[in-house]
DNA sequence: TTCTAACTTAGACACGTGTCCAACCAATTG
DNA sequence: CAATTGGTTGGACACGTGTCTAAGTTAGAA
């Protein structure tokens, strides 16, 4: 596990042809449509690999394990969503919910892809690492923003853990990934009392 | 997956013969070892069946899975360690910590189950399915109880959604086991702010 | 056009999960 | 003591993961 190239997803990158970048993009395309269509239980790298043309031995070469592509989807699909501006907000309240609102519905709009992600992220795969730690500094980072002066550290703390939490919570099937927004607003206000 | 017996954790079944429990208590207490000693990584079915001296199809008649497996065992461990009373502590805000505090040193006794079953629970089989809503009634009731008549459903979520996410942050080894109590006592005082 | 370096591939392998079933004990029960 | 019932077992099976290697391909350089 995990020992290949693959430090995709920073990709204009010394040493990689063109010809892999198409490689890997058709990879992903792949994988983030098998994810849709039959779901992340069901999808396996043959599956995905076949879909992409491309041996399963190839698809191998540049994702260390299924965890290692389910994380570079996400992180994919996260940077290329990124937060509605926090000027637009009327309040920090909500210029936070808007954020937990814009994530839930991210979510929401790719159950499979949140699902399988949740899982995959726990997985101690270096590869996965790198991206868990850049998926969660992009959290707190959106958090922050949102919190401008107010961003104390207990404040982004309890935000993200909150919303890691919800994350766990509709990977369990403890809450539908539509109703993390209602759920989060609640949650930021309460976090957010008698300080905005 | 998933159809035999394996209602366990009810255990005065009926149907359940004394030979019966022997077993499955034989498993489970091998699967802790295990657990304990080589990591839920490289922990395998088959090996849990031989420290219990029982055949791997046996294993299979009573946990559906491994992840099955898992749950039952940190279901287990849950109930043998009750929340310290509500009434000795001096605040509101102390109870509900020491309600954290108490759940973070249980995680940290055994970092092994913990990761194993943050894992499993995200597993969609209906073996973990029970146990999963009951692992997390029993925090919310943990909560709840903590709170007494301050127990607000949106703090009480917010709760349940941070310690979720501290759960699931420990499992990822952003935080350790051992960090968790400090850091949910911060936000266990963000949430109830102004309000204890 | 031919050489060469980079990329891809088939296919086999070791290993774990979970399923199945016929054979096989072991304790009752008659 | 002999049936019968209920629990256990070996062993094979289908399937997925991830690894490896020797043999293709493909382009671009000479």
């Known amino acids: 596990m995990s020992n290949q190239l693959s430090a995709l997803s920073q990709l204009p990158r010394r040493g990689v042809s ?5 490689t890997v993009e058709r990879l992903l395309a792949a994988g983030e449509v098998e994810l849709r269509e039959v779901g992340h239980e069901a999808m396996t790298m043959r599956t995905v690999a076949k879909r992409a043309d491309v041996s399963p031995a190839t698809a191998y070469t540049y994702f260390a394990s299924k965890n290692h592509l389910f994380a570079e989807l ?12 926090a ?5 920090v309240v909500a210029g936070v919910q808007a954020v937990t609102r814009h994530l839930s519905s991210f979510l929401a709009a790719r159950p499979e892809m949140a699902a399988a992600v949740t899982g995959s992220l726990l997985s ?4 996965v690492e790198r991206l868990r730690l850049r998926i969660g500094a992009e959290f707190v980072s959106r958090f922050s923003a949102a919190l401008g002066p107010l961003a104390d550290d207990a404040v982004v703390d309890a935000l993200t853990l909150a919303f890691s939490g919800a994350l766990l919570q509709a990977g369990m099937g403890l809450s539908t990934y539509d109703d993390l927004g209602d759920r989060l607003d609640v949650v930021v206000a309460t976090i957010l009392e008698g300080r905005a």
């Open 18 to 22: 063109a010809r892999q970048v198409e």
């Open 74 to 85: 996400f992180w994919r699909a996260l940077v290329d969503n990124p937060a509605p501006a």
């Open 87 to 91: 000027e637009d907000s009327a309040s």
């Open 124 to 127: 101690h795969d270096p590869d």
